[in-house]
Structures are given as C-alpha cells and as structure tokens.
C-alpha cells in the first residue's frame, strides 16, 4: 500500500537539496543575534517557512558558536529572522526569481564597460601648488 501526501506536506526529496547553492555571501540578519553569511539553494518564496542554507559563518569569516559544522544544511525559521541582505556579488550571473538577471548580468550584452580617458596633467596648476 503505498502512503498518501497531505497537500503541502514535504516529501522525501524536499528533505535536503542535492545542488549546489545558487545564491552565495547572502547577508542573513537574525533577530537578536549578530548577523550571520549563507549561500542559499534559493530565495525564500511567499510560501515558505523556513530559509534553507549552507556554509553558515560570520561575517570575518569565522564559525559561529551556535553551530557545530559549517558545511551543513541549516534550516532557519523565518520568524527568527528579521531581514536578508543579497549582495550584489552574491547573484553574480544568476537570474533572480522575478527572471530579471543578476547585477552581473546585467551588462554582460554590453561588453566590457569603456576605458576612462587618460588625464592630462596641468603643469601650471602643479607649479603654483609647489609654489605656495
């Protein structure tokens, strides 16, 4: 006899994603805590409860007391946190969930950004500041 699903209920292959985190250095600001770095599998949606993450550790880079290894799978409630903060070089190439893409990605179709001028140096303006 094989188990019937409640409707929103998790199944077996919603217990741990087996990929490779898509959002990384995201900013998780947890309440009454310090601030803690994630990569993310995905950003929450409208539905979810809790934030799953991985590489869990402070801002300088360190392990946090709270927590045994750093390579695990973190589930946070999202009650316990008060906001996350993505950086721009955490989305690097990847598309957002709204389907815009990422900063990086962003002037990707425009090639490599143009070289700034040279500047001329003005001798007279130097020789007056030797000057004074």
Known sequence: MTEQLLPGEPT???AAPE???V???VVVHLNNEQPVVA???EFPSARDVALIC?????????????????ESIFVIPLAHIRFIELPGSGVEGA???????????AH?????PPPEPELEIDEDFLRRIRDA
């Open 12 to 14: 077996s292959s919603d």
């Open 19 to 21: 990929r490779d985190p």
């Open 23 to 25: 959002l990384l250095n």
């Open 39 to 41: 990569d993310l599998f």
């Open 54 to 70: 991985t590489n869990l550790r402070t801002p300088d880079g360190k392990k946090p007391i709270f927590i045994d290894q750093t």
């Open 95 to 105: 598309p957002l969930r709204s389907g815009r893409p990422g900063p990086a990605s």
């Open 108 to 112: 990707a179709g425009h090639g490599a």
